[in-house]
């Protein structure tokens, strides 16, 4: 079992940034790939981001290309999300999830944790 602890959320203006993290317990993390979701109200959870914890290979999605950066502390267990210029279009739910598939599909993903919401005003 994989225990995943957002952290980080808030309330923003745009244009300001954040820096949401994630810790992970139970299993080794290096073994991971970890990514980050969001689900704003009304609309189905997407896909931001993704990183090998092994590689550190990354990839993002377009919308959130040069402004949204994954890292991680392998050392700490922990996933970080790095938000510039954030947007109101930003605000939602933002989900850190754990799995053994580079991906950006939901179901790839088996371990999630319990959502940190971002909510950005104009």
């Known amino acids: 079992q994989v225990l995943l602890v957002e952290s980080g959320g808030g309330l923003v203006q745009a244009g300001d940034s954040l820096r949401l993290s994630c810790v992970a317990s139970?299993?080794?993390?290096?073994?991971?790939?970890m990514a980050w979701f969001r689900q704003a109200p009304g609309k189905e959870r997407e896909f931001v981001a993704r990183?090998?914890?092994?590689?550190?290979?990354?990839y993002s999605a377009d919308s959130m290309k040069g402004r949204f950066t994954i890292s991680t502390d392998n050392a700490k267990n922990t996933v970080y999300l790095q938000m510039n210029s954030l947007k109101p279009e930003d605000t939602a739910v933002y989900y850190c999830?754990?799995?053994?598939?580079?991906?950006?599909?939901?179901?790839?993903?088996?371990?999630w944790g319990q959502g940190t919401q971002v909510t950005v005003s104009s």
């Open positions: 999830a754990a799995g053994w598939y580079y991906s950006t599909e939901r179901y790839r993903y088996n371990y």
């Open positions: 990183i090998s914890a092994t590689s550190g290979r990354t």
């Open positions: 139970g299993r080794t993390f290096s073994q991971f790939v």
